[in-house]
């Protein structure tokens, strides 16, 4: 029998966005925020652009998509470890579509991964693309989203391990 654990995590979040006179109109504030967690540097967040965001700054559409990207990575990476499969690189750009209803509220509808791996040519191939389907089952974010996340990963080879 596999034990249960339970973890906690804590964030911050902080609003930088007032202009002076707090939210007195639609326009008179900014979506600027600032996030936060015990001894990590601050994450720079704002909107979408689309919603009067700034598209220098994250934006939590992105950093969904991005929590996605990196769970689904963390665990590919310690299965194909598990598995005898050198992975030297791993790169990975993921798309999430989202719609808004009329009321002005949204979700996302799919998300897909799309991650290009590079194995040592003596990694088996299949078994590697394989585990992209265990790394997706146990993937804590995907499991707690309720939309579908696809993955389309690509793979190449390299002749000196490390490369």
Known sequence: MIASNRFSYRTSLDW?????SGTSGYKDYDRAYTIGADGKPPLLGWSDPAFRGDASR???EELLLAALSACHMLWYLNLC???GITVVAYEDTAEGEMETGAGGGGK???ATLRPEIMITPDSDAARA???HGQA???CY???SVNFPVTCEPVFSSSSVPGS
């Open 129 to 131: 693309r394989a585990l």
């Open 136 to 138: 997706h089952d146990k």
């Open 58 to 60: 994250y934006n939590p």
């Open 141 to 143: 974010i995907a499991n």
């Open 16 to 20: 930088t966005g007032n202009r002076g």
């Open 81 to 83: 470890a598990e598995a």
């Open 108 to 110: 996302f509808i799919s």
